[in-house]
């Protein structure tokens, strides 16, 4: 609907196409004849002029008077006239005739007199059987033979009159003889002769009467008798049109070009008369050529060569080959057996640099996607359902009208994040607690809590813990703590052969922060930058441990001794972990758990009392000091010996343990096997036991007690008892301290780790290592600047030589209304990508940006050889091509190829056209895989391939298309003035555009998606002029054919061109139509036995073909603007023979039930779009009561039917 500020533009056209252009018979020099009568029309003239013509002959009365007649009985039996008499028929005078009788009936000038009727219908009889009876005649006396000139022509006569009119003349009979009416019968003895007599069977058909049509009401008889009246003209119509057609194919000379001797004269006179005719008419072009090609001195244009893509490979053994410039390949011979040469453009290098990978990076504001197979039907190496149509994303965009299902969406998420190695992180056993913080330099997003999947490095693969909980820190400090518990895995220290990934680090434990695939949440992340690491790790129920004694090496998980059976002062046992001692601890704690300790020291040891010795009370009685040795000397902070039995404590922020320190930082210690030989207590804390546990004094005890006992009567036992306690008197032999149960609890935290950022592609080489003391703060992910980026890995590449790589590009694939995209090229070097300047290394780029096919030319420079690649797999050299803005500029890609290069036909020039290369050969491009060899072979050469056809040939200008162009130009005089000659100028230079619009006085938004109806066209803008193309389906690959899209690189192309023809004041855009897709839902029955899934996936097809027939029809055309009534595509589609009825149908556009819709804008084109159809449910049957018109329910029927 037109829009008060915005109205419809007032020119109402379709534009205009190549072949309205191109067959305007008008412009062709035989649409003007001088002389344009055929032979047959001579004959009928003849054979009218013969009337006029006296001819006197004598009769055979006996005085012999002369009779005046005329010539025409010499042209009467002649078989070629009567033929020439049936096509000059004029059938549309006769369908005239009829309907003019009809309707002097119907208007009531002729009421209830059928005789001008019936006279008609039986003059069509009359005038059949003439013609057969004419052919009849042409009799030839040759030889004293009688030879009959029959036509297939009579013949078919024949059989319509047996088969078409004589039961329609029995049904005219039928109804002439009906009571009520009165009617002469014309004279129809011709029909009755011998002759024709059997055919017409005149004899039993004149006196039928069809009893059917008595006794009726008289309206409804006189409207039966027409309508009967109807069936028999049609009838005689359709017979008498198939006999004047099968005229026009018939040659008058044939088929026995036996003769009259006066008739074999006249019929050499008209071929003579044709020649001189044909020369006569050839006046009109020899006038148009003198003119065009004399005066004007215009010429026909001349061939325009197309080229090919060719690609080389060699021998295994030859590492790089030339093939110098004008090298001539060939494909085999044309239609005039003629050898076809394509000649190379430029020389090439040819050397063994192939393709061996090809990747993807797409980042949105919602996923990061990484295509490790990008060439494929998902992205992850699954081959396309078609091999004909292998279209790929080239920038790894995510295609709208295909997108990933949620599978495959995650299968290619970006697998990106912050890697964290350190020696703080082998923990091998025990309850473990770890807690990262990540102290930000940014202010972190609020759903970043729940943004990392943690992986930690195990002894088999990586694994993730579980219960993490991610916390937020006054909005900059993100703290990731889990805990393990003692049956879960180890963390180790990474092991490349197993986890698949080598950092280059040594002894240190590996914990990955993997960013999770929730829609937005890298374009969060990957702006957070991290100021300071550090990593807190709390272990306990730690037994994992080296023990040693002076006895040797213990197992911490059975009971051990660990002062030795006899323990004495000094006696010393020692713990040590290459896990524990390695890190910068806060806290140590060992836990022993003794096995039979007694619980009262005084008590247990009172029989010792008589020694000389003090006798242990409590536990403090036995005391121990603490070492740890640093490169072989022991280091002992502790302010006074501590208690042998209470756990052994270390820490470095509290008091009363055995000694403090600002941190506890022991060398790491090697393994018990090694450690005996190199100072094995390094690393280690050795506990010396300070004094002993009387095990000296046990015999002396023991016998003083003895002795005290023996030989005593019992009234001296009783004193000595009242005089001893009892536990004097036991004697109870010293404790040997036996360690039942030993466990280590510890608490460690730094801030020295090794960052890496985690890259895409999880396939061992995907990381790359933040170097400390970086100049720029790093991001917690790696920062993926770009929209998108295609990555080839090259194998074999030869640094600092030209590459040349061909980009096969679905050229209709890229979005025209967005400005153009910018292709930044670049190269890995160590882990850094460095520009490939563009003129040095980039020395052209044929794809002007990937909007179309073409090579680029790259220098490959040479990379440092001691940097080392991490973020790719280094085996190969890799260059990439990216772009940060429009990346829907961009085309999707059909194949990439290297060693590739252009050729151009080179034709063969010779005096005779015969021996010229064909040139209808350029009229279509030539098939791919046909040029594979060179023409002079080389054995330096392994294969030649052709994987697309060729493009931009065009045959040598035809003399018709000559004299169009010629005439068009004569009008525009090759300048843009009205929108015609914008038209013809576009249409002329660019073949392969179908059809152009131009439309004056109008600002296209160029913004607007085509597929889009949220138009804000300006038909009110002076000066600016946009012209609207649809490109030829037949010349370019389009990526949809209902919506036929031109190439970005095509309308660049044509705004240049056209650019230099037109004012400098035009504001000129060259664009894409509009497409607006028409819906439909209903609900269909079939006609009964079809099958409901098949015909609706064919209802479909075919209301497609309805609405787009452009793309299933290479003759019809695309349509700007119009009106589609929602009647029309229901009237389609209950026409359908397999359809029973339609019931609900509603036309949709943009969602919005329509009666009819509009164009919207001057360039819309409608087309087809989605359908659901759904099969008929029965509803309930309707009440019959109180249905009548005028009831409150009453409504006319939404459904339309028809009898299955």
Known sequence: MADSINPQHPLVRDGRSQTERLDLHALAPESVALDDRSERQLLVYLNEFAKAVAFYETDESPDKKLQQSNWQPFFRTSSSVQVSLIEAFDITNYETGYTHTKQRFTDGLNRANYAPWFDFLFDSALTVNSWFVALSGDVVLLENKVILNETPLRRLIEDLIQSNLQPALSQLFSVVNLPDITYQLPNLTDLAKEQVGSLWNLGSIQYIRDNTLTDLDSVVQIRRIADRLDDIFRTFAKTIQQIVGEAAKQ???????????????????????????????????????????????????????????????????????????????????????????????DEIIISQTQIAELRTLYRNATSFLARPKANSADGLGKDFADPAHTKWAILGEEASENPPNDKTKKALAATVGLAISSKEL??????????????????????????????????????????????????????????????????????????????????????????????????????????????????????????????????????????????????????????????????????????????????????????????????????????????????????????????????????????????????????????????????????????????????????RNALLLSNKTPDQLKDIVKEFPATTLTVNPPYTPVIKNLTVSYTAETSAATLFHVLPFDD?????????????????????????????????????????????????????????????????????????????????????????????????????????????????????????????????????????????????????????????????????????????????????KQPYPSFGGRPAESTSHFYSRVSEQLRHKGRGVTLFDYEQLILEAFPEVFKVKCIPHTFANRSVDPTNQAINDVHAAPGYVTVVVVPDAMQTQLDDLQKPMASRGLLTRIQDWIKKRISPFARLQVLNPIYEEVDTQFQVQFCPGKSREYYIELLKKDIGQFLAPWAFDSKAQVTFGGVIYRSSILGFIENREYVAFVTDFVMQLDGVQQEEVHASAARVVFTNGKHTITPFTAKPPPRLVNRGIGSPDWQIPSSSSKTP
């Open 426 to 703: 082998i923990l091998s056993a025990g309850l473990r607690t770890i807690t990262l913080t990540l102290t930000c330099e940014n202010p972190v997003p609020a759903n970043a809590t729940d943004a990392f999947a943690i992986r930690l490095s195990g002894a088999k693969k990586w694994f993730s813990p579980s219960g993490v909980v991610t916390t937020l820190i006054n909005g900059h400090t993100l703290s990731v703590m889990f805990t393990l518990g003692v049956k879960d895995d180890a963390i180790v220290a990474a092991d490349p052969a197993v986890l698949g990934v080598d950092y280059g680090i040594t002894n240190e434990a590996v914990i990955q922060l993997i960013l999770n695939d929730k829609a937005g949440l890298y374009e969060l992340m990957r702006l957070v930058q991290i100021k300071a690491v550090s990593i807190k790790t709390e272990v306990s129920q730690l037994q994992n441990v080296l023990i040693r004694t002076d006895d040797g090496d213990q197992d911490p998980t059975k009971p051990f001794m660990p002062f030795g059976a006899v323990p004495s002062v000094g006696s010393t046992f020692s713990i040590g972990s290459p896990e524990i001692f390695s890190k910068e601890l806060t806290k140590l704690e060992v836990d022993f758990e003794w096995d039979k300790k007694p619980s009262d020291f005084g008590t247990y040891y009172g029989a010792y009392k008589l020694t000389t010795v003090p006798l242990p009370t409590t536990d403090n009685s036995f005391t121990r000091r603490v070492f740890y040795y640093e490169k072989g000397n022991p280091v002992n902070e502790e302010t006074s010996p501590g208690n042998v039995f209470e756990p052994l404590i270390l820490s470095a922020d509290s008091t009363g343990n055995d000694f403090t320190a600002d941190s506890i930082s022991l060398p790491i210690p090697t393994s018990p096997a090694v450690a005996k030989e190199a100072g094995w207590q390094d690393g280690f804390v050795l506990v010396q036991l300070q004094n002993d546990f009387l095990h000296q004094y046990y015999a002396e005890v023991l016998t």
């Open 764 to 944: 061992g080489a995907n990381y790359r290592r933040i170097e400390q003391g970086a100049k720029s703060v790093p991001f917690v992910v790696d920062n993926f600047s770009d929209q998108g980026a295609l990555l080839i890995g090259l194998t074999n590449a030869v640094e600092g030589s030209l590459t040349l790589v061909l980009f096969q590009l679905l050229e209709s694939s890229a979005k025209t209304n967005i400005d153009a995209a910018t292709i930044h090229w670049t190269y890995l070097d160590g882990n850094d990508w460095l520009p490939l300047e563009a003129g040095k290394n980039v020395v052209n780029d044929a794809t002007k940006g990937f909007i179309q096919s073409g090579i680029v030319q790259l220098v490959l420079p040479e990379r440092t050889a001691s940097r080392k690649t991490t973020v790719l797999p280094s085996s190969f050299y890799w260059i990439k091509a990216a772009t940060s803005d429009n990346i829907q500029a961009v085309c999707k890609a059909v194949g990439v190829h290297t060693q590739a290069s252009r050729a151009t036909f080179a034709p063969v020039l010779a005096d005779e056209p015969a021996k010229q290369n064909d040139p209808a050969r350029l009229a279509v491009p030539l098939p791919a895989g046909l040029v594979t060899k060179l023409d002079t072979p080389d054995v330096s050469i392994k294969a030649i």
């Open 251 to 345: 040659d008058i000379l044939q088929p026995t070009q036996t003769h009259e001797p006066h008739l074999a004269l006249l019929y050499t006179f008209l071929r003579l008369l044709r020649r001189v005719t044909d020369d006569f008419n050839g006046l009109t072009q020899k006038h148009l050529d003198f003119y065009y090609r004399d005066v004007l001195k215009l010429q026909p244009k001349l061939l325009v060569p197309d080229a090919v893509h060719v690609l080389f490979e060699l021998p295994k053994p030859v590492s790089q080959y030339r093939l110098p410039q004008q090298t001539l390949l060939k494909d085999g011979k044309d239609a005039h057996k003629v050898d076809v040469h394509f000649a190379l453009d």
